[in-house]
């Protein structure tokens, strides 16, 4: 089993304690050992055989004994025991709109309403309106809820998909006389790699009219809430929160609200420390009513005695220390990237030639690129023979000529990984490429050993320089090949492979545990686009903030490196 399956079972046995009613204690020691697991960028297997499982955070003895029992049957009885009281299906419901744990028990309780049809039937018959605290309202907005998870899934979208959204309403309020502040708060603003909701923040001395923009904003939202400091709207099952304060707020206000909650925890433990409790508001000295009010962030990490923590950093894995030792990390931004490693174009699956590639890329400001089209054993996307691709250095030689020294372009390849280890080119027509970027795409489910051994031996490979999207996750809809991570790790820092950080929102593979844990073994990386259409080659933010979340700096980074600096590298 994966870590994330067994996370989620862990996951599971916790909302079925709380909806059983159980000890809040017992809830939560199964939640935080999932969300401990989901993201531990160690194999669990790993941990078990050493018998380290006790030295991840929130897993003592018992929980411990659960994994190894996941890990030897792939079973967890415990979960069994409580699905024959109530049926996984209930879980269902805790993805609806307005539906949380509380309703989930009551509705259970009640009703004995187990799944989503049953949901439907007492809504439909008048019994779920006649329950303490759901009237009429409530109850057709559950239905509207049960609809829009029917449509659209799992309850949670993309980083790619929400950046947009809250970008455009946020240019709206901004754009109101009366508003001093906005700003986007909530995991949107930490550029987690997919979103719950997104949060938006507005400093203003008149939220009447605020809230009265953002509630009409469009025909096509609906209002869920509307408050004088608080408002909800929804769109496809989307929620859209913004809150209200005046100006001498902002510093409170935007910190609370952009998290973690694990961050916002340890923050509050340092102000009990000196005294002070903090909410959205102020800070307050436990004594009496004095506040110390902070209208920017860099004042709330002050009183703190904390240097000010990029967003990306706040999910307590190590900032609060950092920033209490002056140790932050100086994190990567766009404007350091000087080169994009990877895209395609007409020759495989892209939709513009070598020469609108290179142009889209001059007027990015990028100062090299590669270009990387596909091999031929991935048929689908008219990948490559050695013919052709001796055939595209022709054309390549060509937009040279013409560009000249407005970027350089380098000659490579994704070259595939076959099901069987073997790789699609022979080293001699390698070497004479500038770049050679190897990607696992298909077999992906085959045994852990086999995608490992697969993958080892094309970092192994001397003329491999490059890793592409190590793990071959789709956001939300595959999770990628399970293989030994630190095995690849420990051979990419060996052999100097670059792995990727594919900046493309469906991927942000490798995430930011993998990362951070590259880091830790010495690897280099890249952020790439992987763009096959001119305009994904703007989608490179996406790669720089998933590489901030897991502490890449510059350095780490091949393609934010000089040209010369980078080819010395991959030609060496
Ligand atoms: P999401 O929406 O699931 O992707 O994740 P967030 O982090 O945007 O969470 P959200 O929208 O529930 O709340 C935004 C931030 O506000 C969250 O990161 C911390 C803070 N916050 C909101 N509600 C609570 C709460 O009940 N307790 C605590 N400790 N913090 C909260
Ligand atoms: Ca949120
Ligand atoms: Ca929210």
């Given at each position: 089993?994966?870590?994330?399956?067994?996370?989620?079972?862990?996951?599971?046995?916790?909302?079925?304690?709380?909806?059983?009613?159980?000890?809040?204690?017992?809830?939560?020691?199964?939640?935080?050992?999932?969300?401990?697991?989901?993201?531990?960028?160690?194999?669990?297997?790993?941990?078990?055989?050493?018998?380290?499982?006790?030295?991840?955070?929130?897993?003592?003895?018992?929980?411990?004994?659960?994994?190894?029992?996941?890990?030897?049957?792939?079973?967890?009885?415990?979960?069994?025991?409580?699905?024959?009281?109530?049926?996984?299906?209930?879980?269902?419901?805790?993805?609806?709109?307005?539906?949380?744990?509380?309703?989930?028990?009551?509705?259970?309780?009640?009703?004995?309403?187990?799944?989503?049809?049953?949901?439907?039937?007492?809504?439909?018959?008048?019994?779920?309106?006649?329950?303490?605290?759901?009237?009429?309202?409530?109850?057709?907005?559950?239905?509207?809820?049960?609809?829009?998870?029917?449509?659209?899934?799992?309850?949670?979208?993309?980083?790619?998909?929400?950046?947009?959204?809250?970008?455009?309403?946020?240019?709206?309020?901004?754009?109101?006389?009366?508003?001093?502040?906005?700003?986007?708060a909530?995991?949107?603003?930490?550029?987690?790699?997919?979103?719950?909701?997104?949060?938006?923040l507005?400093a203003?001395?008149?939220?009447?009219?605020?809230?009265?923009?953002?509630?009409?904003?469009?025909?096509?939202?609906?209002?869920?809430?509307?408050?004088?400091t608080k408002?909800?709207?929804?769109?496809?099952?989307?929620?859209?929160?913004?809150r209200v304060l005046p100006a001498e707020n902002w510093g409170t206000l935007i910190s609370y609200f952009t998290g973690?909650q694990?961050h916002n925890v340890r923050l509050r433990e340092l102000a009990k420390a000196q005294g002070l409790s903090l909410n959205e508001y102020a800070f307050t000295k436990a004594d009496d009513t004095d506040q110390i009010l902070c209208p920017t962030e860099k004042d709330v990490y002050q009183v703190l005695g904390l240097?000010?923590?990029?967003?990306?950093?706040?999910?307590?894995?190590?900032?609060i220390?950092?920033?209490?030792?002056?140790?932050?990390?100086?994190?990567?931004?766009?404007?350091?990237?000087?080169?994009?490693?990877?895209?395609?174009?007409?020759?495989?699956?892209?939709?513009?030639?070598?020469?609108?590639?290179?142009?889209?890329?001059?007027?990015?400001?990028?100062?090299?690129?590669?270009?990387?089209?596909?091999?031929?054993?991935?048929?689908?996307?008219?990948?490559?023979?050695?013919?052709?691709?001796?055939?595209?250095?022709?054309?390549?030689?060509?937009?040279?000529?013409?560009?000249?020294?407005?970027?350089?372009?380098?000659?490579?390849?994704?070259?595939?990984?076959?099901?069987?280890?073997?790789?699609?080119?022979?080293?001699?027509?390698?070497?004479?490429?500038?770049?050679?970027?190897?990607?696992?795409?298909?077999?992906?489910?085959?045994?852990?050993?086999?995608?490992?051994?697969?993958?080892?031996?094309?970092?192994?490979?001397?003329?491999?320089?490059?890793?592409?999207?190590?793990?071959?996750?789709?956001?939300?809809?595959?999770?990628?090949?399970?293989?030994?991570?630190?095995?690849?790790?420990?051979?990419?820092?060996?052999?100097?492979?670059?792995?990727?950080?594919?900046?493309?929102?469906?991927?942000?593979?490798?995430?930011?545990?993998?990362?951070?844990?590259?880091?830790?073994?010495?690897?280099?990386?890249?952020?790439?686009?992987?763009?096959?259409?001119?305009?994904?080659?703007?989608?490179?933010?996406?790669?720089?903030?998933?590489?901030?979340?897991?502490?890449?700096?510059?350095?780490?980074?091949?393609?934010?490196?000089?040209?010369?600096?980078?080819?010395?590298?991959?030609?060496?």
């Amino acid at each position: 089993m994966k870590n994330s399956e067994i996370a989620n079972l862990f996951s599971q046995v916790a909302y079925l304690l709380e909806i059983r009613g159980d000890n809040i204690h017992r809830v939560l020691s199964y939640r935080r050992a999932a969300e401990s697991l989901a993201e531990l960028p160690h194999d669990l297997k790993q941990l078990a055989d050493r018998g380290e499982l006790t030295s991840i955070s929130g897993i003592g003895k018992t929980l411990a004994e659960k994994i190894d029992e996941m890990l030897e049957t792939g079973r967890l009885e415990f979960l069994d025991r409580l699905t024959e009281e109530i049926p996984l299906s209930i879980l269902e419901l805790l993805k609806i709109e307005g539906m949380g744990p509380k309703r989930v028990k009551l509705v259970y309780n009640k009703l004995n309403v187990t799944s989503l049809a049953d949901l439907e039937a007492v809504a439909a018959d008048g019994s779920l309106s006649n329950l303490p605290g759901l009237g009429k309202k409530s109850v057709e907005k559950i239905i509207k809820g049960i609809q829009d998870l029917k449509s659209f899934g799992t309850g949670r979208v993309n980083l790619g998909d929400a950046l947009p959204t809250a970008e455009e309403i946020l240019e709206i309020l901004q754009k109101l006389p009366c508003v001093s502040q906005a700003a986007i708060a909530g995991s949107v603003r930490r550029r987690k790699e997919t979103i719950g909701d997104i949060d938006l923040l507005v400093a203003t001395d008149d939220p009447e009219t605020v809230m009265q923009t953002f509630t009409t904003i469009s025909p096509s939202y609906e209002v869920a809430l509307n408050g004088p400091t608080k408002s909800r709207i929804t769109k496809d099952g989307l929620g859209i929160d913004l809150r209200v304060l005046p100006a001498e707020n902002w510093g409170t206000l935007i910190s609370y609200f952009t998290g973690s909650q694990a961050h916002n925890v340890r923050l509050r433990e340092l102000a009990k420390a000196q005294g002070l409790s903090l909410n959205e508001y102020a800070f307050t000295k436990a004594d009496d009513t004095d506040q110390i009010l902070c209208p920017t962030e860099k004042d709330v990490y002050q009183v703190l005695g904390l240097d000010w923590v990029p967003p990306e950093l706040r999910e307590d894995r190590g900032e609060i220390e950092a920033a209490q030792n002056g140790n932050l990390p100086k994190l990567i931004e766009l404007d350091d990237i000087q080169g994009d490693l990877h895209m395609h174009t007409t020759w495989s699956d892209g939709n513009h030639t070598i020469l609108e590639m290179a142009q889209a890329a001059i007027a990015l400001g990028r100062k090299y690129i590669c270009i990387t089209d596909h091999s031929y054993s991935l048929g689908i996307t008219n990948g490559l023979d050695e013919k052709r691709l001796l055939a595209q250095y022709n054309e390549i030689q060509q937009v040279r000529d013409q560009l000249g020294d407005q970027i350089h372009i380098l000659h490579g390849t994704e070259m595939e990984v076959r099901n069987d280890g073997t790789l699609d080119f022979e080293d001699d027509l390698l070497e004479s490429l500038d770049f050679v970027i190897a990607a696992v795409h298909t077999g992906l489910s085959q045994p852990r050993e086999q995608v490992t051994d697969r993958m080892l031996g094309a970092i192994e490979n001397k003329h491999v320089d490059m890793i592409a999207h190590p793990t071959g996750r789709l956001i939300g809809r595959r999770t990628g090949g399970d293989f030994d991570i630190e095995k690849i790790m420990e051979a990419a820092a060996r052999t100097q492979t670059i792995l990727e950080i594919n900046a493309h929102p469906s991927r942000l593979d490798l995430k930011d545990v993998h990362i951070k844990l590259a880091l830790d073994h010495g690897v280099l990386l890249a952020i790439n686009t992987d763009a096959h259409h001119i305009d994904q080659q703007k989608l490179m933010h996406f790669g720089v903030s998933t590489g901030r979340r897991g502490w890449a700096q510059a350095k780490n980074v091949v393609n934010s490196w000089q040209y010369h600096d980078l080819f010395n590298l991959v030609s060496g």
